[in-house]
């Protein structure tokens, strides 16, 4: 088999920034053949198919339909975080391979119901998480599994998004939905990348969580307002005693040298790690201010070529699942990709504890909700039951 005949459900902002370069203008594009698009969304479904070539009687509003007519390997599943479970699983079920962008999904149920449909279908499932591409993330994983740090302590991460990222009122809007930030949360949508990242280095798995929440500012954005938090704190302690702090919020001025400003600090019995991931080494003066460019990410070259671990990450995913349906995929890495902790399940089980223990906080002081501590083995028995979860806690 030369390419993978993919169907992609959903093309909203993450195809239009990414997603788009990937079937179409990288390094991986020789291995794909976007052959249907389903979208529900006609503006954004004919801009897709539109721009590039798919008839119109490989658009779908419905990604049933699209499963039932079209010739398929492989779905990418680009809806939003809660509607990824379903797609998902019904395209496992009819013999097809899965890419999903972070996170896996936004409950542990659903992120559970996919892995076990994986499992019984012996379908592929895969979970494009870009920073684990990073070569400063997977060089650390690399030093830090050598021992060479000794184990983690505390961490402190943070990740924050300029306004306009959340801002409805921003003209053109920064996503395709202008609820995107009452929608979701810096959580759901900047903690998941970190603490995906910082368990991918360190192999730790997360065992309880408490949040704090701020929302001032997005409240007071005029003409529209939005009701959601600015700034969250993620306290999370992992199974051997670390704690890691992760601050994330979308409401830095637009004036900020970065889109996302982010760093993160890992102290550790035996060394210390220092990410300034956000100066890749390359700034710019320019008539509109001084901005760092992150060519590491995505990197639009002369030839037309879009490459850097934005492309690399899903990239290499899409590698996978050709080689998976070729016969060629070894059985360590096949039994690797299926890794709960690989397939993002424990990123989800954080934001999901943090969710809840912001709902289970109380508000003290205006605007700011000091979440309540929540004990994540105990979140996975009641909403998976003890057979279930202790998979996951073994
Ligand atoms: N890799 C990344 O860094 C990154 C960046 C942004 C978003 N994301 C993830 O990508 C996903 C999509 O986010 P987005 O920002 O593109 O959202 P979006 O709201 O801009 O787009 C979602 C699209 O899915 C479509 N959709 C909704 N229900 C559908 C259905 N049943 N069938 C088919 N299409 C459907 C919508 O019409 C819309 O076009 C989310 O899971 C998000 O967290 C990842």
């Given at each position: 088999m030369e390419k993978l005949r993919l169907g992609v459900i959903g093309v909203g902002s993450v195809v239009r920034e990414i997603y788009q370069y990937l079937y179409f203008?990288?390094?991986?594009?020789?291995?794909?053949?976007?052959v249907a698009v389903a979208d529900p969304n006609d503006e954004y479904r004919n801009w897709f198919c539109d721009k590039y070539g798919i008839a119109s009687d490989r658009r779908f509003k419905d990604y049933s339909e699209m499963l039932d007519r079209a010739e398929l390997d492989a779905v990418q599943v680009n809806t939003p975080d809660h509607l990824h479970a379903a797609p998902s699983i019904a395209a496992m079920k009819r013999g097809l391979d899965v890419l999903v962008p972070?996170?896996?999904?936004?409950?542990v149920t659903d992120v559970d119901a996919m892995i076990r449909t994986a499992e019984e279908t012996g379908r592929l499932l895969t979970v494009d998480?870009?920073?684990?591409?990073?070569p400063r993330f997977k060089e650390a994983e690399t030093r830090y599994q050598s021992g060479r740090?000794?184990?983690?302590q505390v961490a402190v991460w943070y990740m924050l998004d300029k306004l306009l990222v959340a801002n409805?009122?921003?003209?053109?809007?920064?996503?395709?939905?202008?609820?995107f930030a009452e929608k979701n949360t810096p959580i759901s949508f900047l903690t998941v990348h970190m603490a995906d990242a910082l368990m991918k280095i360190t192999h730790l798995r997360p065992v309880a969580v408490r949040a704090v929440g701020w929302s001032q500012k997005l409240p007071q954005l005029r003409p529209r307002s939005v009701q959601g938090y600015d700034c969250c704190d993620t306290e999370i302690r992992f199974e051997n005693g670390a704690i890691a702090h992760i601050i994330t919020g979308?409401?830095?001025?637009?004036?900020?040298?970065?889109?996302t400003v982010q760093s993160a600090r890992m102290i550790c019995t035996d060394g210390l790690i220092d990410f300034s991931?956000?100066?890749?080494g390359y700034f710019e003066v320019h008539a509109d201010g001084i901005f760092e460019v992150n060519p590491l990410f995505k990197n639009f070259e002369k030839d037309g070529t879009v490459t850097g671990y934005g492309m690399t990450s899903p990239g290499r995913l899409l590698q996978k699942i050709l080689a998976f349906r070729a016969g060629r995929l070894s059985d360590a890495e096949r039994s690797r990709l299926a890794d709960p902790m690989e397939l993002g399940f424990y990123t989800t089980l954080v934001c999901a504890g943090a969710h809840e223990s912001l709902q289970r906080g109380q508000r003290v002081a205006d605007g700011v909700t000091e979440g309540a501590p929540v004990d994540l083995r105990e979140l996975l028995i009641r909403q998976l039951g003890t057979e279930r979860a202790g998979r996951y806690l073994e």
């Amino acid at each position: 088999m030369e390419k993978l005949r993919l169907g992609v459900i959903g093309v909203g902002s993450v195809v239009r920034e990414i997603y788009q370069y990937l079937y179409f203008s990288s390094d991986f594009s020789s291995i794909v053949d976007v052959v249907a698009v389903a979208d529900p969304n006609d503006e954004y479904r004919n801009w897709f198919c539109d721009k590039y070539g798919i008839a119109s009687d490989r658009r779908f509003k419905d990604y049933s339909e699209m499963l039932d007519r079209a010739e398929l390997d492989a779905v990418q599943v680009n809806t939003p975080d809660h509607l990824h479970a379903a797609p998902s699983i019904a395209a496992m079920k009819r013999g097809l391979d899965v890419l999903v962008p972070k996170p896996t999904a936004d409950t542990v149920t659903d992120v559970d119901a996919m892995i076990r449909t994986a499992e019984e279908t012996g379908r592929l499932l895969t979970v494009d998480f870009h920073k684990r591409e990073d070569p400063r993330f997977k060089e650390a994983e690399t030093r830090y599994q050598s021992g060479r740090y000794g184990q983690l302590q505390v961490a402190v991460w943070y990740m924050l998004d300029k306004l306009l990222v959340a801002n409805p009122n921003h003209d053109p809007p920064f996503f395709a939905s202008a609820d995107f930030a009452e929608k979701n949360t810096p959580i759901s949508f900047l903690t998941v990348h970190m603490a995906d990242a910082l368990m991918k280095i360190t192999h730790l798995r997360p065992v309880a969580v408490r949040a704090v929440g701020w929302s001032q500012k997005l409240p007071q954005l005029r003409p529209r307002s939005v009701q959601g938090y600015d700034c969250c704190d993620t306290e999370i302690r992992f199974e051997n005693g670390a704690i890691a702090h992760i601050i994330t919020g979308w409401h830095l001025p637009d004036t900020a040298y970065s889109t996302t400003v982010q760093s993160a600090r890992m102290i550790c019995t035996d060394g210390l790690i220092d990410f300034s991931i956000d100066r890749p080494g390359y700034f710019e003066v320019h008539a509109d201010g001084i901005f760092e460019v992150n060519p590491l990410f995505k990197n639009f070259e002369k030839d037309g070529t879009v490459t850097g671990y934005g492309m690399t990450s899903p990239g290499r995913l899409l590698q996978k699942i050709l080689a998976f349906r070729a016969g060629r995929l070894s059985d360590a890495e096949r039994s690797r990709l299926a890794d709960p902790m690989e397939l993002g399940f424990y990123t989800t089980l954080v934001c999901a504890g943090a969710h809840e223990s912001l709902q289970r906080g109380q508000r003290v002081a205006d605007g700011v909700t000091e979440g309540a501590p929540v004990d994540l083995r105990e979140l996975l028995i009641r909403q998976l039951g003890t057979e279930r979860a202790g998979r996951y806690l073994e």
